[in-house]
């Protein structure tokens, strides 16, 4: 083997007078700078000798020099040296095989650990730590995507959103910080619709300790992203990385050539090498649906439960389809009832219609036995939760107003809006065929926000939750509530006895005081359903508890202990005698109202476990999380039994249909995702809200969902059309035209309006309506039995310049 090294000029330095230097200034110099004297005798580099030692005498250790290009530094100051079969390529660029090369060159033992100590970089790696290298490679990537055919460009952009925070999270780790954030505020607006939470958290990581101290970083370092891409998109990627071939947006210039394109380059080569694995698919691009390239993509490996391929040592990355089917069918009928309570039932409709002499009413007995749903398994009685074996009094109540209400109920069927002609009269008709009344609920003057409102199942109540840490009811029908007296004795035998305890006088609304934190959730007790008054309220808080409270007293009766971080959501089984809540423990509870300590904890999410929704036959709890994914559990085993994983940000609302079949969610990257239960896979996604979505709600034939969000709308979404991409208006009208106040010069008013309009153009096709408010963001939306929408949401009051 042969080495290069560089020539040697005619003011050369002899040995004679170097061994002189060296043993004069050995006293002087530094450990460092012995060692690379000496490295420089023994390889021969007599001029970098030299200057060293001309720096070392001066006590400096700049030395002036010409700009070099990158070939020329890698082969002035690399360990470099060459084969006779491959003259001119460093056989000593990998570090792993430097010890090996040096050994036979006989070098001393200190330059061998010198060389080591410089781990795997060498220089090209110094080259690579350029920072507008990935500035330039990030913008390169865009010009490629957006340049790229239409067909594939859908499965192309997700891969933008991994490489962005890869480059951010290297120039933080490196030290850049001004370069990270120049890289941030240049790119960050074009992914902000679908990732803003995340790129805002990456924006406060400043420092390398930052990076090595965040859970989210940290997964993007040590697990790898996921992208899906069919074979001939892949191919067009590899093509585009090695020789830089493909698309090119208009007015792009010199197109990808160049050092700084092959840089550029370089830099996404690395990551994408590093921390992406492409699931390639044998499906051509324009046979997979546009939405469904993000499905199934991201950090995966630990979102997904272990099963037995990986405990035995499989390397696989699991498919969340492949989890989802591995856990059988699961049984998403109706909830049976007892055939004592059926008999009862039907056995007071009848008495009821004899009563009110209505021949209709003899046809009412048939809603009693509803026919299941073809392809759908039903739960027996011995799969139901424990519950009470004889039924009371308002069991049949409860049975009997399902009944009526499913006679009554407005029917929603938002097909007939397909075939009509919006702005005839008869578009008029079919419009109040399709879409629901909606009767809105405004809070004023909450001073610091209302983080929850909530409905009674029988509509008689309404309870919002406020930051000062206190709960507050309405009767929405204008009776007194009324609480305990002052000097009322404990020691009361039934009911009737309560009555004579409470105040004489009382008023429509009501405070109940209690929590020592915000209070993020409630829920009433449905036991009653839409036949009575329910008894009690859930209400979940920061301080970490959830309370009971008794609707007959209006006072606080237990209070549920167990989580150790805020709860951020609460809500009833519709059995009644148990809870659900959720935490930012990162774990879901089950709880039962006769016993203080958790049934079962639902373990499995990444992060703060934000909602939580029973399925409407109690035999599954579906969770929502900050890990960006939905979970399906058993109640009873405890086991998660399907992953939905598509959404790109936090979820912040779920909803279950009331005949069980979907699952509609909601997050931070503003779409509403629909899945089939049953499948564990995404039917389709909703977009056209501008801002965070708080609240869903099914219609009661599950053929509506209706929206709430905090850009100040309700939306109405057809769940069984088939959905398409987002289309502009007509005309270039859009919404933040159709209804645009009064409160002209607000700039932070202007600015949400500009923000709406640009997302107008991206609604989806199956959003039927949007019925704006007045500056309320919409925190709640609830059906009623019947088919009636209700919303609530709090005022934000004007604030002039």
């Not at 809006?417 to 009767?439: F, H």
Request: aromatic residues 8%.
């Amino acid at each position: 083997m042969s080495s290069n090294t560089p020539a040697a000029s005619s003011a050369g330095v002899s040995p004679s007078t170097t061994n002189a230097n060296i043993q004069e200034i050995s006293q002087n110099a530094s450990q460092v700078d012995r060692l690379v004297l000496e490295y420089l005798r023994a390889r021969g580099h007599k001029n970098a000798e030299a200057g060293l030692l001309e720096a070392i005498e001066s006590g400096s250790t700049e030395v002036a020099g010409n700009t070099l290009s990158s070939d020329d530094l890698i082969k002035g100051l690399a360990v470099f040296a060459q084969k006779p079969s491959r003259p001119g390529e460093n056989v000593l660029k990998d570090s792993s095989s430097v010890l090996q090369e040096l050994s036979t060159m006989g070098n001393p033992s200190s330059i061998q650990t010198l060389i080591a100590s410089l781990g795997t970089a060498g220089a090209e790696e110094i080259l690579s730590l350029d920072p507008t290298d990935k500035h330039e490679g990030f913008r390169e990537l865009e010009s490629w995507v957006e340049g790229s055919l239409d067909m594939y460009k859908p499965e192309f952009l997700p891969m933008l959103f991994p490489i962005f925070c890869h480059f951010y999270l290297d120039l933080v780790q490196k030290g850049f910080k001004e370069a990270a954030l120049h890289f941030h505020a240049t790119f960050s607006p074009s992914l902000a619709p679908a990732h803003n939470v995340t790129l805002h958290h990456l924006s406060t990581l400043m420092l390398p300790s930052h990076v090595q101290n965040d859970d989210l970083a940290q997964r993007f370092r040590n697990e790898k992203y996921v992208i899906r891409m069919s074979r001939s998109g892949f191919s067009l990627l590899i093509g585009w990385l090695t020789e830089g071939v493909g698309g090119e947006t208009p007015g792009a210039g010199e197109g990808f050539s160049g050092e700084k394109g092959k840089r550029g380059r370089a830099a996404v080569m690395r990551v994408v090498n590093n921390h992406l694995r492409f699931d390639v698919t044998s499906a051509s691009a324009t046979s997979v649906s546009p939405n469904a390239w993000e499905e199934s993509t991201g950090l995966l490996s630990s979102l997904i439960p272990t099963t037995a391929a990986q405990s035995n040592g499989s390397s696989v990355v699991p498919n969340p389809h492949t989890f989802n089917s591995s856990k059988g069918e699961l049984k998403l009928g109706p909830a049976p009832i007892s055939e004592e309570l059926r008999a009862e039932t039907e056995r007071v409709l009848r008495e009821q219609a004899m009563l009110e002499r209505d021949p209709n009413a003899q046809y009412d007995v048939h809603f009693t036995r509803p026919q299941p749903l073809p392809g759908v398994v039903s739960p027996t009685e011995a799969d139901l939760l424990p519950h009470p074996p004889s039924f009371k009094t308002i069991d049949v109540q409860r049975e009997v107003e399902k009944v009526r209400d499913a006679r009554k109920r407005i029917r929603l069927d938002p097909s007939v809006l397909t075939s009509a002609d919006l702005n005839s009269t008869q578009g008029t008709s079919a419009r109040s065929k399709a879409l629901p009344s909606i009767c809105a609920y405004t809070l004023h003057d909450v001073g610091e926000g209302t983080p929850c409102c909530t409905f009674s199942p029988d509509i008689s109540l309404m309870a919002a939750g406020f930051s000062e840490s206190h709960i507050r009811l309405w009767s929405l029908k204008g009776e007194k509530l009324r609480g305990l007296r002052s000097d009322a004795s404990p020691d009361v035998a039934d009911s009737s006895g309560i009555s004579r305890l409470l105040e004489p006088d009382g008023s429509s609304t009501r405070k109940l005081v209690g929590h020592s934190g915000p209070v993020y959730s409630l829920s009433f007790d449905p036991l009653g359903g839409s036949a009575a008054p329910p008894k009690y309220l859930l209400s979940a808080s920061a301080d970490a508890t959830t309370r009971l409270w008794s609707l007959d007293t209006m006072t606080n009766v237990v209070a549920y202990r167990g989580h150790q971080n805020p709860v951020w959501d609460v809500q009833w089984s519709p059995m009644s005698t148990y809870f659900a809540t959720a935490s930012r423990d990162r774990t879901a509870r089950l709880w039962s109202t006769d016993r203080t300590t958790a049934l079962r904890i639902y373990v499995g999410h990444l992060s703060d476990v934000d909602c939580v929704r029973f399925h409407p036959n109690s035999l599954y709890l579906a969770t929502g999380s900050s890990d960006w994914t939905a979970r399906l559990w058993d109640v009873q085993r405890g086991t998660c039994v399907r992953v939905f994983i598509g959404h790109q940000g936090t979820l912040s609302a779920l909803a279950i249909s009331p005949d069980g079949r979907y699952l509609a969610s909601a997050g931070e990257d503003l779409a509403i995702n629909l899945w089939d239960l049953g499948s564990g896979r995404r039917i389709k996604k909703m977009t056209g809200h501008a801002a965070s979505i708080y609240s869903l709600a099914f219609s009661a034939e599950s053929s509506l969902l209706v929206s709430g969000g905090a850009d100040w709308t309700v939306r109405c979404w057809d769940v069984r059309s088939a959905g398409s991409q987002a289309k502009p208006h007509e005309n270039g009208v859009n919404e933040s035209q159709m209804f645009r106040p009064a409160e002209e010069g607000n700039e932070t008013y202007d600015s949400f309006l500009a923000l709406k309009q640009d997302f107008s153009l991206r609604n989806s096709t199956d959003l039927l309506a949007t019925f704006p408010t007045k500056r309320t963001p919409v925190i709640n939306v609830h059906f009623t039995p019947r088919n009636l929408c209700l919303a609530a949401g709090y005022h934000l009051p004007f604030e002039p310049r």
